[in-house]
């Protein structure tokens, strides 16, 4: 049984001016075993608009892996943002 454990909800609109919903949610699913073996957890990373949706599953490894470079990118476009409001003060 999946846990759903974020969900990140994007509002735009198009050209016509309809508005439009996207949805990036992040599920879980616990460890559990399996012909008497410990099995890892996944974790899901689903995306869906209104006509369809799209998931890939991830060990924990790898959803690691991801979000360590998230992070790092994430990090980095909020220093540039600042050093732009620091150089817009100048």
Do not use: C, Y
Request: aromatic share 4%; proline share 3%.
């Amino acid at each position: 049984m999946a846990t759903i454990e974020e969900e990140v909800i994007h509002w735009w609109k198009d050209e016509k001016g309809e508005s439009h919903r996207n949805a990036l949610r992040l599920e879980s699913e616990p460890a559990n075993e399996q012909n008497g073996f410990p099995r890892d957890g996944v974790i899901t990373i689903r995306i869906m608009n209104s006509v369809a949706q799209q998931a890939i599953k991830l060990s924990p490894d790898e959803a690691l892996r991801i979000s360590t470079q998230l992070l790092s990118i994430a990090k980095d476009l909020m220093n540039q943002k600042r050093q732009m409001w620091n150089h817009h003060g100048d």
